[in-house]
T-cell receptor
Framework: TQLLEQSPQFLSIQEGENLTVYCNSS?????LQWYRQEPGEGPVLLVT?????EVKKLKRLTFQFGDARKDSSLHITAAQPGDTGLYLC???????FGAGTRLTVKP | NAGVTQTPKFQVLKTGQSMTLQCAQD?????MSWYRQDPGMGLRLIHY???????DQGEVPNGYNVSRSTTEDFPLRLLSAAPSQTSVYFC????????????????FGSGTRLTVV
């Protein structure tokens, strides 16, 4: 079983701060996806990373896939209250999900 | 487009009752799947289908049945509900079941919150 470990589990920060959340595995993945989920809704895809070392940017969000394709990180610059949500990583084309990082950004 | 529609939004069942969670998509997606989401455990795959007439088991299939008679619909049946099946259930779809398609994202429904007492 290819497990995806996400850290931290919970993160509460003030508006304007930067943050990084992590998704790690002992197994190699051909790709990793990041989703954001808001309360009462299903996850929404943010990005897919497929190449080791790849960096993708989505406005204030920066996603990185590790060189060995076993880990990924999501960095948010100048967080805003609208970034609040559960951030999930997924591997194996969505067959495996991590437990998520619950982010709260306080105004 | 409505995307992926799940009904009902909320349901309370008594232990031993059966029910069907409905999922429909209007995007002509070949691939559909069901997940359950429990606190601290992320989403776990229950069953999936790569096209009409084809279904397969995911990580946690016990106690659930599926069928795929049309491209649009993928109902999830609980045969005899147990308290351990209390969870939030999500249906998702993707253009196809190929690795390329799955890597580029799923569309999720808004979920069904099921409580078994």
């Amino acid at each position: 079983t290819q497990l995806l470990e996400q850290s931290p589990q919970f993160l509460s920060i003030q508006e304007g701060e930067n943050l990084t959340v992590y998704c790690n595995s002992s197994s190699v993945f051909s790709s990793l996806q990041w989703y954001r989920q808001e309360p009462g809704e299903g996850p929404v895809l943010l990005v897919t990373v497929v190449t080791g070392g790849e960096v993708k940017k989505l406005k204030r969000l920066t996603f990185q896939f590790g060189d060995a394709r076993k880990d990924s990180s999501l960095h948010i610059t100048a967080a805003q209250p609208g970034d609040t949500g559960l951030y999930l990583c997924a591997g194996e084309g969505g067959m495996r999900f991590g437990a998520g990082t619950r982010l709260t950004v306080k105004p | 487009n409505a995307g992926v529609t799940q009904t009902p939004k909320f349901q309370v069942l008594k232990t031993g009752q059966s029910m069907t969670l409905q999922c429909a998509q209007d995007m002509n997606h070949e691939y559909m799947s069901w997940y359950r989401q429990d606190p601290g455990m992320g989403l776990r795959l229950i069953h999936y289908s790569v096209g009409a007439g084809i279904t397969d088991q995911g990580e946690v299939p016990n106690g659930y049945n599926v069928s795929r008679s049309t491209t649009e619909d993928f109902p999830l049946r609980l045969l005899s509900a147990a308290p351990s099946q209390t969870s939030v259930y999500f249906c998702a779809s993707s253009v196809s079941g190929t690795a390329t398609s799955l890597n580029y994202g799923y569309t999720f429904g808004s979920g069904t919150r099921l409580t078994v007492v």
